[in-house]
């Protein structure tokens, strides 16, 4: 069983920048695959971003070039920065963890933009 926490959501303007965390209860370098998931009010849950052990990461058309996903493996910690935030980024999101899709999921962070 993995528990994954994060924290890091928050009330941001177009424009500015946050930084999620998502902390888990085991090494990150046993786990294939972590990322993010985000659902918007009355939408479904959609895939945002993925980072494998290798390193490799993915990310969804919608916020290639402004977000960016990264590890560290000795404070089994998967964190997404997320810059230049639009209204539509206005979601809760989801960390995951899984051998090759989410076996496990945090308990979500709001992340709202607005003016």
């Known amino acids: 069983q993995v528990q994954l926490v994060e924290s890091g959501g928050g009330l941001v303007q177009p424009g500015g920048s946050l930084r999620l965390s998502c902390a888990a209860s085991?090494?990150?370098?046993?786990?294939?695959?972590m990322g993010w998931y985000r659902q918007a009010p009355g939408k479904q849950r959609e895939p945002v971003a993925g980072?494998?052990?290798?390193?490799?990461?993915n990310y969804a058309d919608s916020v290639k070039g402004r977000f960016s996903i990264s590890r560290d493996n000795a404070k089994n910690t998967v964190y997404l920065q997320m810059n230049s935030l639009k209204p539509e980024d206005t979601a809760v999101y989801y960390c995951?963890?899984?051998?090759?899709?989410?076996?496990?999921w945090g308990q979500g962070t709001q992340v709202t933009v607005s003016s």
């Open positions: 980072i494998t052990t290798g390193g490799g990461a």
């Open positions: 085991v090494r990150v370098d046993s786990i294939n695959v």
């Open positions: 995951f963890a899984g051998d090759y899709r989410p076996d496990y």
